[in-house]
């Protein structure tokens, strides 16, 4: 196995730092874009899909930039789903459920 | 408070039933509609929006459903956000950052 | 179905409190307690044991709670298996590992 | 910031191996170990504390082991927690909410 590919889905909760966290949650769409990784946004994450250390690389940063403005803590839930029989993408995943509707 | 609104999110993996799972997840989908909650359907689950009650009496009957196809096992994550300082939709929450960016 | 069994994995976090949680987890313990729940602490979040309808009507009583603590936003991150093949507890759970340790 | 700490909480399901994931959880149990991690099995997942890099290490080298003993899917959910305040240990988050009890 040389590059492990992942799709996963993250969502961030900076702990401290008040009741609006949207300005701290677009700053991790910025982290994740910087990384050139394929992301989506929805209403309670951020669907990831990439290589594995590429992707993970970027959750540290992500927990990284939260501290560095100022949240002096972070939480966050990570889902990750790996697969070896076939190649599948985030598009493929919701297809193959549409499909079935 | 009468009636709490949340933003959930949900995955569901059914256990025991192959690697295949794409037809599980569209009868998930079809109870959460039946349910008329507002959903969406992403890469790594579904959002949920509605009364509390609702979004999880939709949620066990997902769990049921899938034993009634024949999982022996199902496993969850949900992630339920509730707030009473204002009123947010999933739309709201997606603007707020994309706001932001 | 009469009942259906679950166990779950229950972590909540208010939002815009602060950065010390441990007294709204402190009073997510008690409510699940008084629910006369099996539960049991753990660094990242409470394991819960019992019926279905039970442990969620617990679980939407800590988001109740937590507000009427002061918590102007509440999220949280739930696992729930449930399975149809057998009668398993939580304690089952770890002894299956710990024997093939 | 040199190493940054954190506490996290990892289940893993390998999906496509039937029914029985127990020798599965006990393969990853012996990961973390040999990483030579602090972790606590629960009946949920484990809790686990080290190094950001050194736990997600392990967490990859999870979803290699259970593809390599013939798991064509796994999907893990990880909550992480990090902060900047102060050290914290598992057993000082725990004992921090017992006190409140």
Redesign the interface.
Same mark, same amino acid.
């Given at each position: 196995?040389d590059q492990?590919k992942v799709?996963?889905?993250l969502?961030v909760?900076p702990?401290?730092v008040?009741?609006s @966290?949207?300005?701290y949650?677009?700053a991790c =769409?910025?982290v994740l874009n910087e990384a050139e990784l394929d992301i %989506? @946004?929805?209403?309670?994450?951020t669907?990831i =899909?990439g290589d594995?250390?590429a992707v993970?690389a970027a959750i %540290?940063r992500c927990?990284?930039v939260l501290?560095e403005m100022g949240a002096?803590?972070?939480?966050?839930?990570?889902?990750?789903?790996?697969?070896?029989?076939r190649k599948q993408t985030?598009?493929d995943?919701?297809e193959?459920?549409?499909?079935?509707?």
């Open positions: 196995m492990m799709i996963a889905d969502s909760i702990i401290g008040g009741v @966290l949207s300005k949650v677009a =769409e910025k %989506k @946004l929805h209403a309670y994450g669907n =899909e594995w250390d993970f %540290k927990h990284e501290h002096p803590r972070v939480s966050c839930v990570i889902k990750a789903g790996t697969r070896t029989d985030m598009d995943k919701i193959s459920v549409k499909k079935k509707l």
